[in-house]
């Protein structure tokens, strides 16, 4: 009985296994195609493959959050607050752009003069980090670009700004 509970629970492991790196891979064609728009600056591929919505989304979230800390007193914290959102569709219009999505690629080694790496090299960079999304990280390191998948195709829909911060000031 013992044995097969535990054969069990392995097919089921296995099987969760093979649907994570199903994602990762086939995440992986979209990442490429990705890449390949940043380093070529084609802005029209570059904006199928990114929810400016969520990316604009993540920057006010950030903003709102930040105001919360800040400690501002009287009105000064609901202003910030209310102005999050106007600032965070700036900053989208400014920052969600390949030229300056670059310095993420360079970190993670693509820079213009090496090839861009297969779909097996950039599906072992992804992570599976539930609910149809993965994301890309150095090894053990933190996940910095988030990609969900939207029908048939993966969009670079998140993207933690600290850890980009930390990482790229190295």
């Not at 007193?73 to 989208?92: F, N, T, Y």
């Not at 690629?105 to 213009?112: D, E, H, I, L, V």
């Not at 090496?114 to 599976?128: H, M, N």
């Amino acid at each position: 009985m013992r044995i097969r509970a535990l054969l069990a629970l392995t097919a089921i492991a296995a099987s969760l296994s093979a649907c994570a790196t199903a994602d990762r891979y086939d995440a992986a064609g979209d990442v490429h195609a990705l890449l390949t728009a940043i380093r070529n600056n084609d802005r029209a591929t570059f904006d199928s493959l990114v929810d400016h919505r969520a990316l604009t989304g993540a920057v006010e979230a950030r903003l709102v959050d930040e105001a919360r800390r800040s400690g501002a007193k009287g009105g000064w914290q609901a202003a910030m607050i209310a102005l999050a959102g106007p600032a965070a569709d700036v900053a989208g219009a400014a920052l969600i752009r390949p030229e300056v999505f670059r310095a993420a690629a360079n970190y993670y080694g693509y820079t213009p003069d090496k090839p861009i790496p297969g779909r097996i090299a950039i599906a072992s960079a992804l992570r599976p980090v539930g609910d149809g999304r993965v994301c890309a990280a150095k090894k053990d390191g933190p996940c910095m670009l988030t990609f969900t998948r939207e029908g048939g195709s993966w969009r670079l829909s998140g993207f933690d700004a600290q850890a980009v911060n930390l990482q790229l000031k190295r």
